[in-house]
Nanobody, 118 residues
Framework: QVQVVESGGGWVQPGGSMTLSCTAS????????VRWYRQGPGKERELVAT????????SYADSVKDRFTISRDDAKVTVYLQMKELKPEDTAMYYC???????????WGQGTQVTVSS
């Protein structure tokens, strides 16, 4: 089955760290741009981080720059979102998407919840 699955969410105190994983099955990320989005309660979906295919250029929303890092492990067919210095406003459902560079086929995961509170 061709899909991406997120994992690694949960509860963390403000200032803490957490790493989310986005694992592909049925394909590899080589020809896909991977993006992490989030949607907090009562908020619109926000693009958090992008990792391009091929050259693996990264970009981040201003709200997470210097705190979040997106990276890829081809051997594990997984893209990570490392998050540090977490804030309550980072609380959201986090989603991974993979977009094929040719044809623009998009795969979405089911999301993983991140809650930052004391």
């Amino acid at each position: 089955q061709v899909q991406v699955v997120e994992s690694g969410g949960g509860w963390v105190q403000p200032g803490g760290s957490m790493t989310l994983s986005c694992t592909a099955s049925g394909f590899t990320f080589n020809m896909y741009a991977v993006r992490w989005y989030r949607q907090g309660p009562g908020k619109e979906r926000e693009l958090v981080a992008t990792l391009t295919a091929g050259t693996s250029v990264t970009s981040y929303a201003d709200s997470v720059k210097d705190r979040f890092t997106i990276s890829r492990d081809d051997a594990k067919v997984t893209v990570y979102l490392q998050m540090k210095e977490l804030k309550p406003e980072d609380t959201a459902m986090y989603y991974c998407s993979a977009t094929r560079v040719i044809g623009n086929r998009v795969y979405w995961g089911q999301g993983t919840q991140v809650t930052v509170s004391s």
